[in-house]
């Protein structure tokens, strides 16, 4: 028996109890790993969610907070179906608590190869600015 037989074998005799183990399972969700980056203007966030395309992808922000959930699709090719797979969460889901100096009105955002780019930009009254000096 090659060991693609045997899985969908043990798939198909998979007792009950190990059916409702994997729905777990699937209920379950991915934290991002996320990179977070500062400059004087604003901090830029980066949050790897492979296989989530920008119209599965949901960004929420309010005044003290950030929710990021994506769902992540797996395309087989017709007529095929997966027998076995490393990952076995498909969502991501992960949340930020926002300092107030940021302008949540404001934020940019970006999808590119599974890679969720932010820029949460400061408040104008919370950049640095440049005083000019006048000579008396």
């Keep these: 028996m090659t060991d693609k037989q045997e899985v969908a074998t043990r798939a198909s005799t998979e007792p009950q109890a190990g059916r409702e183990d994997r729905a777990r399972q699937d209920d379950m969700t991915l934290a991002p790993a996320v990179d977070i980056f500062e400059d004087a203007g604003g901090i830029t966030l980066q949050a790897e969610m492979p296989g989530v395309s920008k119209e599965r992808l ?26 076995y797979a490393d990952v076995q ?17 404001r934020i940019e955002a970006s999808m590119k190869d599974g890679v969720l780019t932010l820029y949460i930009p400061k408040r104008a009254e919370f950049r640095p600015r440049r005083i000019e000096v ?3």
């Design 58 to 83: 949901e960004v929420r922000a309010d005044r003290n907070g950030l929710l990021i959930e994506g769902q992540a699709s797996i395309d087989l090719p017709a007529g095929m179906e997966a027998l």
């Design 89 to 105: 969460a498909t969502r991501y889901r992960r949340g930020f608590t926002l300092s107030s100096e940021l302008d949540t009105d």
């Design 134 to 136: 006048q000579s008396a």
